[in-house]
C-alpha cells in the first residue's frame, strides 16, 4: 500500500477532513487526475482534480464507470456500513 499526501479537504457529503489517499486496486499507485476517490467515512464518489483536490463526480461520470470500479464501489459501500468504527467526520474539523 501506498499513501500520497493530498491538500487538505472536505468530503462534500458527510464533512470528513482528509488530507491522504491510498490505493485500492493497483498496489502502489498514485491518485492522478481523473482517476476516482472514495471517501473513507462515507464512500461518497468523487474524482481528483489536476492538484488532487477531489470534487464530487456526476451522476454520469458515475454511470460511465466500468463494472469493475462500480463493484468495488458496492464493496466499499458494505464494508463501511459493517465496519466497527463510528462517524469519523466527528474527529475532522474545517479543511
Ligand atoms: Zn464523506
Not at 463526480?57 to 464507470?65: G, K, L, P
Amino acid at each position: 500500500m501506498r499513501t500520497t499526501r493530498t491538500p487538505p479537504q472536505m468530503c462534500p457529503s458527510c464533512g470528513y477532513v482528509f488530507d491522504a489517499a491510498t490505493e485500492a486496486i493497483e498496489a502502489k499507485a498514485k491518485p492522478k487526475p481523473g482517476d476516482v476517490a472514495l471517501c473513507l467515512n462515507c464512500i461518497n464518489v468523487g474524482i481528483y482534480n489536476a492538484d488532487l483536490s477531489v470534487r464530487p463526480a456526476t451522476e454520469a461520470e458515475i454511470a460511465a464507470f466500468d463494472a469493475g470500479t462500480k463493484k468495488l464501489i458496492g464493496q466499499a459501500r458494505i464494508a463501511r456500513a459493517s465496519a466497527p468504527f463510528g462517524n469519523l467526520a466527528r474527529r475532522g474539523g474545517r479543511a
